[in-house]
């Protein structure tokens, strides 16, 4: 579904504050898979979702989305089949505007814009329904201005924005990590929910080892622009997070001693 | 008196649809967009020169629409693929404008008042439907009569032809194109999310805001029976007074009762500029001053009220705890001394 190539990205080419990105990444996500991926700052995981997204094109390598080469194709076009979720709240709602009508702007990914009400009586059941998946009454305050809702609630409506017109690829940026514990739990248990019932290829950035445990069929561990650790499906159902907190010293810790390419 | 007034309710009438295209760019864009002053003489230059030249007014006002509309359409290319700033492209396009107007022109005054413009049409056709006299008579009655203006043509018309615009608008901003257009104003990194290209539609909606100013410069130019190239000068800050002063006054709860308050705001602002012009030492050239200071007072008021009405509040709260505190003395201190 998804496949990454020999990604390579530098930032400030030429000058002191150089610094490799990502470095040569290979990726391979087929239908429905959910990886989650972990690491430090600045270890590239936000630079590769950007790469994804097409807010940056890789100075190397090729982004496919089934079967087909997206690499130099502008973030709008892409966003048509990629849905994403920000870390920030505020990013994923015009705030200024009402429920329905950001459901609807989210609608207009798959459909064509045109001189149509954003907002007809039969969108707004549709609506209507799928709020109601979140359980958090918004299907009670359609005409609610988005900037009134608290931070949990936003995020739940983003990620139902993101989500509702089934996306070839999700996209999912440290998404609970503005929240307080028990509406990050919430956002992640719906995320949870979301991406099983209609089967979304995901890719979830996360700082919160335990729910990269919790989430997803596959795990990876980013560091200083590389993938340094690959779980699959079997594998992740044994994890821990003390194991992957070893893995993690064992892998930097081999890195002062060993050769660079040896580990990877 | 009443006179003066009328004219100013007239001329509110037509400055509102300009007011209306600031209030798209600076509003719903989020753009302060200065390319207003020079496509405002635009309209007026284009329509004018047509009409000059034996063009149907009403052609020539489409035009002028027209040429408004790109004008705008330039400015949101400086800024989105120019990658220049938004004030800084508006100002561009408005100094740009001037001299490409002086062309239009060929010279910097066209004058309107031995031909046949929209105005002079539209009066004609109403003495055909006879209600002035109508109108008249009943201002008589009640013993008014004493006031006449010309026509009532031009003011009927233009608030109606603004509520017309303004409809329109509330109608646009609700379908697809226009919620994609507003969420690009209000967040633009949650829409690109969204498969909208928002370079796009900042173009579209700066053209849109400029075509409804041409469209205002154009009847004010042949309403006053003239074309100058000065006119546009601060037509920005009128504009903005406008959408200032209607929604501190009318409010602006959603878009149907904000763009409202717009029209009212242009009128109101009129209202204001000529009660202030008769005001014995002021002479017309204060004009812009009096025009800045009405903006200056429309920012700052609504916020000195509201710390006024903040205040009283919290002085009410200090009241009634004191009333409390005095009625029940001893067991409130008790409580304060154990909660230390």
């Known amino acids: 579904m998804l496949q990454l190539n020999q990604i390579y990205k530098v930032f400030n080419e030429g000058t002191p504050d150089e610094k490799v990105a990502i470095n040569h990444i290979n990726l391979n996500m087929s239908p429905g898979d959910f990886v989650t991926v972990i690491g430090s700052n600045g270890a590239g995981k936000s630079t590769v979702m950007s790469v994804i997204s097409g807010k940056l094109t890789p100075d190397l390598g090729t982004v496919n989305i089934d079967g087909k080469n997206l690499t130099e194709l502008s973030e709008h076009k892409r966003s048509s089949f990629i849905g994403r979720v920000f870390q920030d709240p505020m990013a994923g709602t015009a705030p200024s505007m009402t429920i329905e009508e950001n459901l609807a702007i989210a609608y207009g990914r798959v459909k064509s814009r045109g001189l149509g009400l954003g907002v007809n009586r039969k969108r707004r059941d549709f609506f209507k329904e799928k709020l109601e998946t979140l359980h958090l009454g918004l299907e009670n305050r359609l005409h609610a201005k988005v900037g009134l809702l608290s931070g949990g609630e936003r995020q739940a409506l983003s990620l139902l924005m993101a989500t509702f017109t089934e996306p070839k690829i999700l996209l999912l940026d440290e998404h609970t990590a503005a929240l307080d514990p028990s509406r990050a739990e919430l956002v992640t248990q719906l995320t949870k929910e979301i991406v099983s019932q209609y089967g979304l290829t995901t890719l979830m950035v996360t700082h919160n080892m335990q729910q990269a445990l919790e989430l997803g069929n596959r795990l990876i561990m980013m560091d200083k622009g590389q993938i340094i650790f690959e779980v699959d499906e079997a594998a992740k159902q044994e994890l821990t997070v003390e194991k992957l907190l070893n893995e993690f010293q064992r892998i930097r810790g081999e890195k002062m001693n060993n050769d660079r390419a040896v580990l990877i | ?340």
């Open chain 2, 1 to 340: 008196m009443p006179t003066a007034i009328f004219g100013s309710l007239e001329a509110g009438a037509l400055y509102a649809l300009m007011a209306l295209g600031v209030y798209l760019s600076f509003r719903i864009l989020d753009f302060p967009d200065l390319t207003v002053d020079g496509s405002f003489v635009t309209g007026g230059a284009v329509a004018a020169v047509m009409i000059v030249n034996g063009f149907n007014p009403f052609i020539a006002t489409i035009a002028a629409i027209v040429a408004g509309f790109l004008a705008g359409c330039f400015t949101g290319l400086l800024h989105t693929k120019g990658k220049i700033n938004a004030l800084l492209s508006g100002i561009l396009m408005m100094i740009a404008l001037y001299s490409i107007n002086l062309r239009i022109m060929g010279k910097s005054n066209v004058s309107l008042l031995s031909e046949e413009t929209v105005i002079t049409k539209i009066t004609e056709f109403w003495k055909q439907l006879k209600i002035d006299d109508a109108i008249q008579t009943g201002l008589s009655a009640i013993g008014i009569g004493g006031f006449i203006p010309k026509t009532w043509a031009i003011l009927f018309l233009m608030v109606i032809l603004a509520f017309i615009v303004k409809v329109g608008m509330d109608w646009f901003l609700k379908t697809e194109l226009g919620l994609a257009l507003r969420a690009t104003g209000d967040n633009e990194t949650m829409v690109r999310s969204f498969s909208v290209d928002t370079d796009f539609y900042k173009i579209f909606g700066l053209g849109l805001s400029n075509a409804l100013v041409a469209f205002s410069g154009a009847l004010v130019a042949q309403y006053n029976g003239f074309s100058d190239v000065g006119m546009g000068i601060g037509m920005i800050v009128i504009g903005l007074a406008s959408v200032i002063i209607g929604e501190a006054v009318f409010g602006a709860k959603n878009i149907i009762r904000a763009t409202a308050a717009v029209i009212g705001g242009a009128i109101l602002y009129r209202i204001i500029v000529t009660m202030a012009l008769r005001v014995e030492f002021l002479e017309t050239g204060d004009m812009k001053l009096i025009t800045a200071l009405i903006v200056i007072c429309a920012l700052i008021l609504p916020k000195v009220i509201d710390r006024q009405k903040e205040k009283q509040r919290k002085r009410k709260r200090l009241k009634a705890m004191k009333q409390a505190d005095a009625e029940g003395r001893g067991q409130n201190l008790a409580a304060v001394k154990s909660d230390l």
